[in-house]
C-alpha cells in the first residue's frame, strides 16, 4: 500500500510539473542569458509562492480577486482525477460528477505548492522536494482550511462553488470520449 501512495504522489506531482511551465510563464524569455536561466525560474517561482499568487487567476468583472481559479489547477485536476490513469472520479462518481471535491483542490493546490519550492530552490527543475504527507499535511491542510473560508465567504462562495461544478462537468465530459 505505501509503494501504491507513494506512486500515486510522484505521479500528481509530475502532472504539476508538467503543466507548470506554460501554465505560469516559468519559461525564461531569450533575452534572459543562458547563466541566468535558472535564477529567473527560482525568483519566478519565488514569487508565485508569496500570498498564494499561483492560487489565483486575475481579477474578476467587479474588480475582485479570482481565488482557485488559475487554469493550471482545473488542468491538473481534470487530467489527474478525470483522465489520468487513475481515473478516480470513474470510480467514484458519486464524488466527482457533480463538483471537484475541495479535497482534491486543496491536493492539486498543494502539489502545486511541492513544485514551487522546488523551482525556487534549483530553478533548472532537476530536483523537487519529495511530495508526502509528511513534508505537506500542514500546507494541505492550510489549503482546506483556505478553500472553506473561501466556500463561507458572500461573494467568493459561489463562485467557487460554480467553479468546482464546471470543473466536474468538464471533467466528466472528457472522461467518456
Known amino acids: 500500500l505505501y509503494d501504491d501512495l507513494s506512486t500515486w504522489r510522484s505521479d500528481l506531482k509530475k502532472t504539476a510539473i508538467s503543466i507548470a511551465p506554460l501554465s505560469y510563464s516559468l519559461l525564461p524569455p531569450p533575452s534572459v542569458p543562458p547563466q541566468q536561466r535558472a535564477t529567473w525560474v527560482e525568483n519566478a517561482a519565488k514569487n508565485l509562492l508569496q500570498g498564494g499568487l499561483y492560487l489565483r487567476f486575475g481579477i474578476d468583472e467587479n474588480g475582485r480577486t479570482r481565488n482557485f481559479a488559475n487554469p493550471a489547477l482545473r488542468d491538473a485536476s481534470i487530467a ?53 504527507s509528511k513534508e505537506y499535511s500542514l500546507i494541505y491542510r492550510k489549503m482546506l482550511d483556505i478553500i472553506k473560508n473561501t466556500l463561507k465567504d458572500e461573494y467568493h462562495g459561489p463562485r467557487l462553488s460554480a467553479q468546482l461544478r464546471e470543473w466536474a462537468e468538464a471533467g466528466w465530459s472528457v472522461l467518456f470520449i
Open 80 to 132: 489527474f482525477f478525470y483522465t489520468g490513469p487513475y481515473r478516480i472520479a470513474r470510480r467514484r462518481p458519486d464524488h466527482f460528477r457533480t463538483q471537484l471535491p475541495i479535497s482534491c483542490l486543496a491536493l492539486v493546490a498543494t502539489v502545486f505548492h511541492c513544485v514551487f519550492d522546488g523551482l525556487e530552490k534549483n530553478g533548472n527543475g532537476k530536483r523537487y522536494p519529495n511530495f508526502s
